[in-house]
């Protein structure tokens, strides 16, 4: 499977702990194409259908509903969890990930 940042992936986050989320959910990759390709792990931001406006939440829209990445809960799996390719963010979508990912992590 050919993963590349800022698709939008199937993954099972089972077994999880306390506050993180979980089940199986969309996700969208955050690692860079070279991590992906030569690395047996990815990184993560989990997405989710529910949610207040917080400021580490990027709303998308993704097979026709509204979603949020929650950057909050980034993580990283091992290639094995994911089930799928479901497609890709929009160029404002990555614009708006990239944005919200430096004020949280970096400024």
Same mark, same amino acid.
């Given at each position: 499977m050919d993963l590349t940042q800022y698709q939008i992936v199937l993954v099972n986050l089972d077994p999880t702990i306390g506050s993180e989320i979980k089940k199986t959910r969309s996700c969208v990759i955050i690692s860079s194409d070279e991590m =992906?390709?030569? !690395?047996?792990?990815? &990184?993560v931001a989990p997405m989710t259908t529910k949610s207040k406006k917080y400021p580490?939440? &990027?709303?998308v829209k993704?097979?026709?509903k509204i979603?949020? %990445? %929650?950057i909050d809960q980034i993580r990283t799996i091992d290639k094995?969890?994911?089930i799928r390719i479901?497609?890709? !963010?929009?160029?404002p979508?990555? =614009?708006? %990930?990239k944005s919200v990912m430096k004020e949280t992590f970096v400024d």
């Open positions: =992906n390709k030569y !690395l047996r792990t990815i &990184v580490t939440r &990027v709303e993704h097979d026709k979603g949020w %990445v %929650v094995q969890r994911i479901l497609g890709e !963010l929009s160029t979508e990555i =614009n708006e %990930v």
